[in-house]
Each structure stands twice: as structure tokens, then as C-alpha cells.
């Protein structure tokens, strides 16, 4: 059993806005659907399973980069968009926060009736998984959210949350089915997460004999196993910081999407027309579908697609997210019967921005990139939660002034 990993994130409360919601859905559904056209659903699946893709996934999307809230938002906005497509597009997506989460084994014996698969089998992977992160691995984190993501062929990622409130963080832990042998011995290849002190693991090797004790109600009590973990771990700060954001990669797909015209490039003729903008989030978006696992170690540098809901690091600029989602669209569609052109043009993107990293040196002010997209953000129907974007205020002029008399007395004008 191979376990992706988890993150650890800051508790984050208030709610998705409708028009950031609709976005999200729309937006997730075109991405999973064309990771799904031009890899497989296998890789789908895959990437669901990496909590740094995942987390990259949510800011590109517009949600707050390194909240919790992201899990809920994301997983309730593709369970929407996906669902009523889960035939065609072969991915089935179980489950969600709270009560929904216990509706996951019935909902997955439904995908059973319909796909040809073992749909108990894949009830008890669900009850398995929760059973492990909740009870065999007893962290601190109580678990309040459980999805169940499945593909037609049978490979599925399990995405839940948990939550432990003397901290005031939430932990987000991913599976991944391939290569399936044990849930009680060894089924993680690794746990991410930060280290809070000393956890007890039942699962790990070491814990053999505790797992026969308790099984034989032996009186000794259970091992506690320490294990030095790699993590990815959300700061507290809301504001994205330059030390969150890898600023050569930053930099380069700015200057490949500003400063170098998309003229001067061959292949991306068939986006001429999209302004440098809306290149600059479409190119992130690129990176998301086409990206390595490399790629997302930075999830904050994605919130420069369509930035925050809250406003982190500038508002979410409606009209660019629209076109985005409109050229995806357009491009899945123009594939589907047989023109791959626009796909392949979106494609070159995350490799023009990446090609130009090899000889690229940051220079980038990130303040002042920060700056300019928020003084802009109106010009794009920037939103946060808060309501629209608004002109910057002018700065008050500096008075001239001029002599009035011999004596060079000045006077104000």
C-alpha cells in the first residue's frame, strides 16, 4: 500500500463565496478532465494522491494557499463538477465533510453496481484507511472529513482531514492504492507531517508484537513508535511572502508571459489574443495538468494564477479565472473530435516557462509584483469575499511652488 503523504495546515473558518464556487467547480472539472484526456484517469488518480500537487491544485483554483479550507472546498467543488460525468470520464468521487462522510461505503457499493467493481472491497478500503489515520495512528488529529476518489479500472486516492484543536492546525492525509499488501503492517511508504512528539503507530514493523499483544488481550500495553517524518507544513502567516514562492520559476513564467510577446513564439500561435494576464494564470494552470511532482513544492507560487479569496495575495481577478476556464473548455472540446492544436498550444506554455528557468536570474521585486496585481485587480473584476476591487486611491499631489515678490517669499499653487 503506498501512502502519499499529508500536510499540515492552519485551522481556517468562513465560507466559499457562490461566484468563486461556480469558478471552482468549472475550473476543477476542466483540469481533471484533461489530465484525464491526455495522460489517463490512472494519473488522475495519481496526482489527487500528492498533497503538494494537491495543495497547488487549491490555489490555482483561488483558494486560500495554505488553509485547510482548501480540502473541503476543492474535494465538495470536483465532487460537484465530476459526478454527473462520472461515466464518461470514468472517475467516481465518494464522500465529504462530516455526516457525508460516513455515507462513503454505500456510495461506493452504488459505483460498484455501476462500474463492474468490487464494491465491498472498496467500502472496506474506505472503513480501512480512516480506521488506520484515526486509531492506529494516534496523532492527535480526529478525523472530520474522508473522500474516496475511484477510477473504472479500480486504483483509487483516499483524501481525508482530521483535526486536532490544542494546536489549532489540521492535517490532511492521501492515499493511493497501487501496490496494495497490508493496512496493518507497513502500508505507508512515508507519513509527512510535522513532527509534535511522540505518536503511537501501530502499523509501523517495529509494532509486530504490540499488534499480537493486543490481538492475544495481552496485559503489556503497546509500543510507542517515534518516526522522523517529511512534511509539508502550511505556515500561519495568510499573506503570501516571498519565502514561500520559488521566485526563479515565478519569474521566468512572468517573463515568458509579459515580457516575451506570445508572437515571438511559434507554438503559441493559437493563443494570440489572450493578454499577457490571462497568460500568466493560464500557464500555471498548464503546470498544474503537465507539471512533475518537482513542480509543486511552492503550492503559494499558484495563487499568482487567480489569486485568494480572501485577498492573499491579491483578489481573485473574475474575468481572467472566466477566460481561463473558457480556453480550457474550448480546448478539451476542439480535442474531443480530433484537434489537439489548442491543447498541444497550452501545453507549450509550462514548457516555454520552465525552458526559460535554465538561463534565468531572479529579479523579480516580488512586493512590488504583488503591488501592481492589486492595483490592477479592478481592471480584471477582482472579488474577495469582502466585495469587488477597487481603483488604488490617487496619491496627493506635492504642491509646486514660486516666488511672489523681490524678497523671494514662496507662495503654494
Known amino acids: 500500500m ?17 461566484w468563486l464556487s461556480e469558478r471552482m467547480a468549472k475550473l476543477g472539472f476542466a483540469i481533471v478532465e484533461t489530465i484525464a484526456m491526455e495522460f489517463s484517469t490512472s494519473e488522475v488518480i495519481s496526482k489527487l494522491s500528492n498533497p ?58 452504488y459505483v460498484g453496481e455501476k462500474t463492474g467493481l468490487d464494491g465491498n472491497n472498496l467500502a472496506n478500503c474506505s472503513r480501512l484507511t480512516a480506521k488506520v489515520d484515526n486509531t492506529a495512528i494516534q496523532d492527535g488529529f480526529q478525523l472530520y472529513q474522508h473522500n474516496f476518489i475511484v477510477d473504472n479500472k479500480g486504483q483509487w486516492a483516499v483524501i481525508q482531514q482530521g483535526m486536532n484543536p490544542n494546536s489549532q492546525t489540521a492535517r490532511r492525509y492521501h492515499w493511493h ?16 507531517g510535522e513532527n509534535q512528539g511522540t505518536i503511537l503507530n501501530l502499523t509501523a ?18 509500543t510507542k513508535i517515534m518516526k522522523e517524518m517529511q512534511y509539508l507544513s502550511m505556515p ?22 509579459h515580457e516575451n510577446k506570445p508572437e515571438d513564439f511559434e507554438e503559441l500561435l493559437l493563443l494570440k489574443g489572450m493578454g499577457p494576464r490571462a497568460l500568466q494564470s493560464l500557464a500555471l494552470v498548464s503546470e498544474i495538468i503537465y507539471g512533475t511532482p518537482t ?6 507560487r499558484f495563487s499568482f494564477a487567480h489569486g485568494g479569496k480572501d485577498g492573499h495575495p491579491f483578489p481573485v481577478p473574475v474575468n481572467i479565472y472566466d477566460e481561463t476556464i473558457d480556453t480550457l473548455q474550448r480546448a478539451i472540446n476542439r480535442a474531443k473530435i480530433g484537434n489537439s492544436d489548442k491543447i498541444d498550444a497550452i501545453h507549450k506554455l ?5 525552458k526559460a528557468e535554465e538561463s534565468f536570474t531572479p529579479n523579480t521585486n516580488f512586493d512590488a509584483l504583488v503591488q501592481r496585481e492589486r492595483d490592477e485587480s479592478h481592471k480584471y473584476g477582482g472579488r474577495t469575499i469582502f466585495g469587488e476591487a477597487k481603483p488604488p486611491k490617487a496619491k496627493p499631489s506635492i504642491p509646486k511652488i514660486k516666488p511672489i515678490n523681490p524678497n523671494n517669499q514662496l507662495e503654494l499653487f
Not at 503506498?2 to 457562490?18: C, E, I, M, N
Not at 514493523?205 to 503497546?222: C, D, F, N, V, Y
Open 2 to 18: 503506498k501512502r502519499s503523504g499529508t500536510a499540515d495546515l492552519p485551522l481556517h473558518y468562513g465560507h466559499v463565496p457562490l
Open 52 to 109: 503538494f500537487w494537491f495543495q497547488s491544485f487549491g490555489a490555482v483554483m483561488g483558494m486560500d494557499w495554505h488553509s485547510s479550507g482548501i480540502t473541503t472546498s476543492v474535494l465538495g467543488a470536483l465532487k460537484r463538477s465530476v459526478n454527473p460525468h462520472s461515466k464518461e470520464l470514468g472517475i467516481y468521487i465518494c464522500g465529504g465533510k462530516g455526516k457525508n462522510s460516513l455515507l462513503t461505503p454505500q456510495e461506493l457499493l
Open 177 to 192: 492504492s497501487p501496490d496494495l499488501k497490508s493496512f496493518i503492517n507497513e502500508p505507508h511508504t512515508f507519513i509527512y
Open 205 to 222: 514493523q517495529a509494532a509486530t508484537k504490540s499488534r499480537e499483544g493486543i490481538l492475544e488481550l495481552s496485559k503489556e500495553s503497546p
Open 236 to 257: 500561519a502567516h495568510h499573506d503570501v511572502r516571498m519565502e514561500d514562492v520559488n521566485m526563479k520559476r515565478l519569474g521566468a513564467m512572468l517573463w515568458a508571459t
Open 295 to 300: 513542480r509543486f513544492e511552492d503550492p503559494a
Open 350 to 354: 509550462s514548457e516555454i516557462s520552465r
